[in-house]
């Protein structure tokens, strides 16, 4: 997984239009980048509500929010649309931006291994370094612990 000080990789997502961009775009300004599991499911449902919550809070310190899964942008269209979401969705059906910041891993449920995203989130600076992590993120009460730490950019 990404660490402090590493630099984020420009590896390319989808929006929930499909259209390709990197992080790039975001340069000059923090950033928040979040990874979730899968869309419209309950805990990622309500991740995704809670930074949507404090939307406002976030914009008005200059700073915007990227939720990343593997769901297809047309899903992801769907899950903003269903409950309002004000948070950029971004997907990487193909694996590389997951991988590339470390979230891509083998996970265990019932004796049984799989690969999915592990639910982190990364405050990024506005030169493209990793300013903080939060590995192995509970939802409740995470948006407003990363809106915290922004405000205190």
Do not use: N, Q
């Not at 990622?44 to 990227?66: H, I, N, R, Y």
């Not at 939802?139 to 915290?148: N, P, Y």
């Amino acid at each position: 997984m990404l660490s402090e000080g590493d630099k984020v990789p420009g590896v390319p997502v989808k929006d929930s239009d499909g259209a390709s961009f990197t992080l790039d775009r975001y340069l000059g300004k923090p950033l928040v980048v979040y990874f979730y599991p899968k869309a419209d499911t309950p805990g990622c449902t309500s991740e995704a509500k809670d930074f949507t919550a404090l939307a406002d809070d976030f914009a008005a310190a200059g700073v915007p929010v990227v939720g990343v899964s593997k769901d297809k942008p047309a899903k992801l269209a769907k899950f903003a649309e269903k409950y309002g979401l004000r948070v950029t969705l971004a997907s990487d059906e193909d694996d590389g931006f997951c991988e590339a910041f470390g979230t891509w891993v083998e996970k265990s449920m019932y004796g049984r291994t799989y690969m999915g995203i592990a639910r982190a989130t990364f405050l990024i600076g506005a030169d493209g370094a990793v300013l903080r992590v939060w590995p192995k993120v509970k939802v409740k009460g995470h948006a407003a612990e990363v809106l915290d730490a922004v405000k205190a950019l």
